[in-house]
């Protein structure tokens, strides 16, 4: 049985507190979050099967992300991938993410990740895929593992988590090359050869 796959990113998403700041004391509101959340919470919503590929910072905010989606997704602690860098931070919509875990994923991870788990299907953040080096580890591996991949769909629903557009532009007109199906959810641009899809529809692909 084949399956479907998940390559995001989870942050800790920092709120200005207003009901409890004031003009001495500045206090934050913090939630989990991030492209995986999402799709996570998409799949599980439309009882779709899938496992999850990301990184998380071995520290007190990362030890928090795994509680959280172990808790919430079934995710298996042991098959997650962990780094030294931290975890990733998004402070009042700014997206804190380059040199942090997620950053760090590698291609070969990528292809044990397709292997082990039987992947022939895969959703992936537009974020980790526009900018370097993680776009190019994960494009290398679709590459690589192309004779596997069926489909890939590119999660580019919020614009403003693309760091480089240039580098999203190469990199899913890279897999779309690859792959027999690549589609795009959101407005970001078009590339040819890779249909549009809305969010609202990505079920149907999965």
Do not use: W
Not at 68 to 78: K, L, P, R, V
Not at 117 to 141: C, G, H, N, Q, T
């Amino acid at each position: 049985m084949r399956m479907n796959g998940i390559i995001g990113e989870i942050i800790t998403a920092l709120e200005y507190a207003y009901d409890v700041s004031n003009e001495n004391d500045n206090f934050y509101s913090a939630y989990i979050s991030g492209s995986a959340i999402d799709e996570m919470d998409y799949f599980s919503e439309n009882n779709i099967p899938f496992s999850l590929l990301t990184k998380l910072g071995k520290e007190m905010q990362g030890e928090t992300h795994i509680d959280f989606i172990a808790s919430e997704y079934g995710i298996d602690e042991d098959d997650l991938l962990y780094s030294s860098a931290p975890s990733s931070v998004s402070m009042e919509g700014t997206l804190l993410i380059k040199s942090t875990a997620p950053s760090f994923i590698k291609k070969e991870e990528v292809m044990r990740f397709i292997d082990e788990k039987k992947i022939d299907k895969l959703y992936i953040s537009s974020l980790l895929l526009s900018f370097d080096p993680v776009r190019k580890e994960i494009v290398s591996a679709i590459e690589s593992k192309k004779d596997k991949i069926e489909r890939v769909v590119i999660d580019a629903k919020d614009p403003v988590n693309t760091m480089m557009l240039e580098d999203l532009y190469d990199s899913v007109k890279r897999i779309s090359m690859a792959v027999k199906e690549c589609y795009i959810s959101g407005e970001v641009f078009t590339v040819d050869g890779v249909k549009r899809v809305s969010s609202e529809m990505v079920k149907e692909l999965f």
